[in-house]
């Protein structure tokens, strides 16, 4: 059985795609599944056992897999490069998305009609879903769904990069580490929570036997160094200028992590870590934490919207209090560490 998957962005739908794996391997044990992706998903992708074949999408690849064979195709990106490979690769079975004569997007199956639906119903996405979306993954693959997890590996030198990192730090000396993401990408600047509220909370939680970790990319480079110049307590920096995997074993080390509905969020719940959503402008339905952790969501009638820009002050991560996410965080505490 050669299977197909067609997952190319962004970084973090890759990764939370990736519980189809565990069930694809369930309903065809003796299957070879090939995987192609761009290059965040293909350094989150990279190691996993589930996966025989991994791709860059590329135009070697999309030439040779022309060239090939499959027994079952899934597209879930609605990317024209994924959606017209889903149109010019054989394959006895299709699903997922793909493209008319005319270039439009369509669903290949029944299966997908629900997950196109959600591009094209505002009212549907932002209010009426009720479903995760690993679990419309599994509709659109006619999958069932078992709860399974995201799929990640780190490698023992990422794992011993981390280590290290904590040694450095003296991280290691029994204190729960309660990691901050105080980022997120370009296109959506609402999803990060505001720095005043990060040092209220830092305050807050620096009363607990705790160590405060900050993570952050390039982009938070500035303003993690404001918040470590500001905090009540001693803050540990954990750089921002790892490599993606780099950051990804750096995440490990936290027991509880606090972020927003962006890739941190994504490693937070593939490592199985306890997560403290903040969420407002991107639909919380969507997003399971597996039981482990808790989403603050904001209370605004507008939330969610998907704005890239917002129309009112304050903004629904504005209204995320610092004494709401601490008392989230008293709750993960009390539930234990986060096994991985």
Same mark, same amino acid.
């Given at each position: 059985m050669r299977i197909l998957i067609l997952k190319l962005a962004a970084a973090g739908d890759v990764l939370r795609t990736t519980p189809v794996l565990p069930a694809l391997k369930r309903s065809y044990p003796r299957s070879h599944i090939t995987w192609v992706t761009e290059s965040g998903g293909f350094e989150l992708l990279k190691g996993i056992p589930s996966i025989d074949r991994l791709l860059a999408a590329d135009l070697p690849t999309v030439v040779g897999l022309g060239a090939e064979r499959f027994d079952r195709l899934y597209c879930f990106d609605k990317d024209p490069l994924a959606t017209g490979l889903a149109m010019t690769v054989p394959a006895e079975v299709k699903r997922g998305f793909g493209r008319n004569p005319g270039g439009a997007l369509i669903p290949l199956h029944p299966s997908s009609h629900y997950a196109y639906e959600l591009g094209l119903d505002d009212e549907l996405k932002f209010r009426g879903n009720q479903k995760t979306y690993p679990r419309i993954v599994f509709e659109m693959a006619e999958l069932e769904?078992?709860?399974?997890?995201?799929?990640?590996?780190?490698?023992?030198?990422?794992?011993?990069?981390?280590?290290?990192?904590?040694?450095?730090? =003296? !991280?290691? /000396?029994?204190?729960?580490?309660?990691?901050?993401?105080? @980022? +997120?990408?370009? $296109?959506?600047?609402?999803?990060?929570?505001?720095?005043?509220?990060?040092?209220?909370?830092?305050?807050?939680?620096?009363?607990?036997?705790?160590?405060?970790?900050?993570?952050?990319?390039?982009?938070?480079?500035?303003?993690?160094?404001?918040?470590?110049?500001?905090?009540?307590?001693?803050?540990?920096?954990?750089?921002?200028?790892?490599?993606?995997?780099?950051?990804?074993?750096?995440?490990?080390?936290?027991?509880?992590?606090?972020?927003?509905?962006?890739?941190?969020?994504?490693?937070?719940?593939?490592?199985?870590?306890?997560?403290?959503?903040?969420?407002?402008?991107?639909?919380?339905?969507?997003?399971?934490?597996?039981?482990?952790?808790?989403?603050?969501?904001?209370?605004?009638?507008?939330?969610?919207?998907?704005?890239?820009?917002?129309?009112?002050?304050?903004?629904?991560? =504005? !209204?995320? /209090?610092?004494?709401?996410?601490?008392?989230?965080?008293? @709750? +993960?505490?009390? $539930?234990?560490?986060?096994?991985?």
């Amino acid at each position: 059985m050669r299977i197909l998957i067609l997952k190319l962005a962004a970084a973090g739908d890759v990764l939370r795609t990736t519980p189809v794996l565990p069930a694809l391997k369930r309903s065809y044990p003796r299957s070879h599944i090939t995987w192609v992706t761009e290059s965040g998903g293909f350094e989150l992708l990279k190691g996993i056992p589930s996966i025989d074949r991994l791709l860059a999408a590329d135009l070697p690849t999309v030439v040779g897999l022309g060239a090939e064979r499959f027994d079952r195709l899934y597209c879930f990106d609605k990317d024209p490069l994924a959606t017209g490979l889903a149109m010019t690769v054989p394959a006895e079975v299709k699903r997922g998305f793909g493209r008319n004569p005319g270039g439009a997007l369509i669903p290949l199956h029944p299966s997908s009609h629900y997950a196109y639906e959600l591009g094209l119903d505002d009212e549907l996405k932002f209010r009426g879903n009720q479903k995760t979306y690993p679990r419309i993954v599994f509709e659109m693959a006619e999958l069932e769904y078992a709860g399974d997890e995201y799929q990640f590996v780190l490698t023992p030198e990422e794992q011993a990069f981390a280590r290290e990192f904590a040694a450095r730090h =003296q !991280l290691g /000396t029994g204190q729960r580490l309660i990691g901050i993401n105080t @980022g +997120c990408g370009p $296109v959506f600047q609402m999803k990060k929570w505001t720095v005043e509220h990060i040092l209220g909370f830092i305050e807050l939680a620096g009363a607990l036997d705790v160590r405060i970790l900050l993570y952050g990319g390039p982009m938070e480079a500035e303003r993690n160094r404001i918040i470590v110049e500001r905090a009540a307590c001693p803050v540990v920096d954990m750089g921002c200028h790892n490599t993606l995997r780099q950051f990804a074993s750096l995440i490990d080390l936290c027991d509880v992590l606090v972020t927003g509905d962006t890739m941190p969020l994504h490693l937070g719940v593939a490592l199985k870590k306890q997560v403290i959503l903040l969420i407002g402008s991107t639909s919380w339905t969507e997003i399971d934490l597996y039981g482990r952790g808790v989403k603050l969501v904001s209370d605004l009638p507008c939330a969610p919207c998907y704005k890239r820009v917002c129309d009112f002050d304050p903004w629904c991560l =504005q !209204l995320i /209090t610092p004494e709401q996410v601490f008392q989230a965080l008293q @709750g +993960c505490l009390s $539930v234990g560490v986060s096994q991985p």
